[in-house]
């Protein structure tokens, strides 16, 4: 029996907003907007430090459909990835099923599966992010509660919870990854 697909959307916080010019003259909806847009197609930076930092191949799979929704050219990086990838599955006709997460540029050995580690990953940037944007924006909070604050946030988009003192960690150990 063959298995439905089902197009899914991007998480709420890459969803890009529609902004139409005449949205608002006075400039400060438009404005806002705008600059929510700005934000989201920095991702595509974010996305190659994170492939470059972690070799995660998710990373590159993320900018893609990221470039794919906004209509954008896929970055440079990303194609060297699948030129990377098309070379390994074209490179001999004796490959294994087994053989795939090799040829996708997935690391083989212990510890959690790529997903999660990727996933993970991506939660304490999110964290990180949170924390220092709101320790600039509030310097008189301490940051004992922006990182209280930021276990909401991560609840929020992630869909788990995060102990604040562990955000807390991350934050004073941020310079390490």
Known sequence: ?????????????????????????????????????????????????????????????????????????????????????????????????????HCLGFQRGAGPGPWKQYRDYRIKQTAMAFVMRRAVESPDVSIDDICTAAVEVIADKWGVKIEWDTIKRWYYERDKY
């Open 1 to 101: 029996m063959a298995i439905k697909r089902v197009n899914k959307k991007l998480l709420k916080h890459f969803q890009k907003i529609k902004v139409k010019a005449s949205a608002d003259p006075g400039g400060g909806l438009l404005s806002y907007l705008q600059a929510l847009n700005k934000k989201r197609e920095s991702f595509l930076e974010v996305f190659r430090e994170d492939f470059e930092k972690t070799g995660n191949p998710l990373a590159a799979w993320d900018a893609y459909l990221l470039a794919r929704e906004d209509g954008k050219p896929v970055p440079e990086w990303v194609l060297e990835y699948f030129d990377m990838v098309g070379k390994r599955l074209l490179k001999t006709s004796k490959h294994k099923a087994t053989d795939l997460p």
